[in-house]
């Protein structure tokens, strides 16, 4: 069975200062593999995935997400992060053939302060 | 496009009352999905149909039945609501159900019940 671990429920960082949010994943099979944010009272939005290929990725909003086999993690990254930025943030996982489901972390909750 | 539209908003249920959830897409995805979210616990999948005509249990599907009305719309509907129930419910959409695709979420619906 897949499944995902977020293992602080919040990051806290000025604004200008660089950013970390971290995931590690359990999958059997390539995992697949998805950051999303969710402001406030609204849905989640899609923010970057990693299939294949590099293991940077860049996605919305200056994000970027670093893929490792070897710890089996895939942490999102920014270098400056801004006061918008300020949201809960899941890593989701997919593995395996066939139909498969996205499994979700519990979510990170990132205030970045003036 | 409207994306993914979720009706009612916000309901407050008393216990033992029943309702259904709406939930349409218009991007032509194939697979869809309802979510409940509950602190702490991130996004837990509860019903999803992989293709019109199709449907399949997730993770927590006790309380609840869905139905796939056409290829745009999947109701959710809870028989006997619970004050258990009680949470912010998501629903998904996405290309096909394979893993390579991203979903998309619609604005969720605050339910209560008390």
Known sequence: ?114 | NAGVTQTPKFQVLKTGQSMTLQCAQDMNHNSMYWYRQDPGMGLRLIYYSASEGTTDKGEVPNGYNVSRLNKREFSLRLESAAPSQTSVYFCASSEVGDRYFEQYFGPGTRLTVT
């Open chain 1, 1 to 114: 069975a897949q499944s995902v671990a977020q293992p602080e429920d919040q990051v806290n960082v000025a604004e200008g200062n660089p950013l970390t949010v971290k995931c590690t994943y359990s999958v059997s099979g390539n995992p697949y593999l998805f950051w999303y944010v969710q402001y406030p009272n609204r849905g989640l939005q899609f923010l970057l995935k990693y299939i294949t290929g590099d293991n940077l990725v860049k996605g919305s909003y200056g994000f970027e997400a670093e893929f490792n086999k070897s710890q089996t993690s895939f942490h999102l990254k920014k270098p400056s992060a801004l006061v918008s930025d300020s949201a809960l943030y899941f890593c989701a996982v997919r593995g395996g053939t066939g139909f498969q489901k996205l499994v979700f972390g519990t979510g990170t909750r990132l205030l970045v302060s003036p």
